[in-house]
């Protein structure tokens, strides 16, 4: 079993609606997550990062961790054709180590 | 202003040629990482570096595999006698700290492939 679990989907869905994506982990010493959002051909871009439990708000971006349950999510409100790309989880057990990623979940946005 | 920046972006090698992948990162970056990403998968630590010193080397899969970044600054992997396993994108990234987090500022990659 992976550190770290994520649907690779794809999932698609229509302009405007919320998406939900997710990630299980299995190391309860990872204290930093993060989402990243990947286009096609390009590297990685970072999205979110939370320490610790709880949510985080960044316009339409939610990043939500529960250490309780090794669960994190991020929702996405009013979907855009331009959020569509693979969306990455990754976490770290302190400030400088390495991340620990998903296998990705690639989102399709329909207008 | 400028990020990460990677090359050559892509990269075909016959089987048993040595290639050497070259990463500038942002300028001021202490830390900086390497990591390897298969098709359709995450990406995969490699090497980590802070200045000139390699810190973590644990997730080089091979001793063909060796990284230097000898001024601090740009960082080479090199891979020897590549295999068709080594196929793959190598992606750099360099960071800062930000609220106790070393934030991670990735390049576009190489992607090798090899034949």
């Known amino acids: 079993q992976k550190e770290v679990e994520q649907d690779p989907g794809p999932l698609s869905v229509p302009e405007g609606a919320i998406v939900s994506l997710n990630c299980t982990y299995s190391?309860?010493?990872?204290?930093?997550f993060m989402w990243y959002r990947q286009y096609s051909r390009k590297g990685p871009e970072l999205l979110m990062y939370?320490?610790?439990?709880g949510n985080k708000e960044d316009g339409r971006f939610t990043a939500q961790v529960d250490k309780s349950s090794k669960y994190i999510s991020l929702f996405i409100r009013d979907s855009q054709p331009s959020d569509s790309a693979t969306y990455l989880c990754?976490?770290?057990?302190?400030?400088?180590?390495?991340?620990?990623f998903g296998k990705g979940t690639r989102l399709s946005v329909i207008a | 202003g400028a990020g990460v920046s990677q090359s050559p972006r892509y990269k075909v090698a016959k089987r048993g040629q040595d290639v050497a992948l070259r990463c500038d990162p942002i300028?001021?970056?202490?830390?900086l990482f390497w990591y390897q990403q298969a098709l359709g998968q995450g990406p995969e630590f490699l090497t980590y570096?802070?200045?000139?010193?390699?810190?973590?080397k644990s997730g080089l899969p091979s001793d063909r595999f060796f990284a230097e970044r000898p001024e601090g600054s740009v960082s080479t992997l090199k891979i020897q006698r590549t295999q068709q396993e080594d196929s793959a994108v190598y992606l750099c990234?360099?960071?800062?700290?930000?609220?106790?987090?070393?934030?991670?500022?990735f390049g576009p990659g190489t992607r090798l492939l090899v034949l």
């Open positions: 990754a976490m770290t057990r302190s400030g400088n180590t390495p991340l620990v």
């Open positions: 939370t320490y610790s439990s």
């Open positions: 190391n309860s010493a990872f204290q930093y």
């Open positions: 570096f802070q200045n000139e010193a390699q810190l973590d």
């Open positions: 300028s001021g970056h202490v830390s």
């Open positions: 990234a360099s960071s800062f700290r930000l609220a106790g987090l070393e934030t991670q500022y």
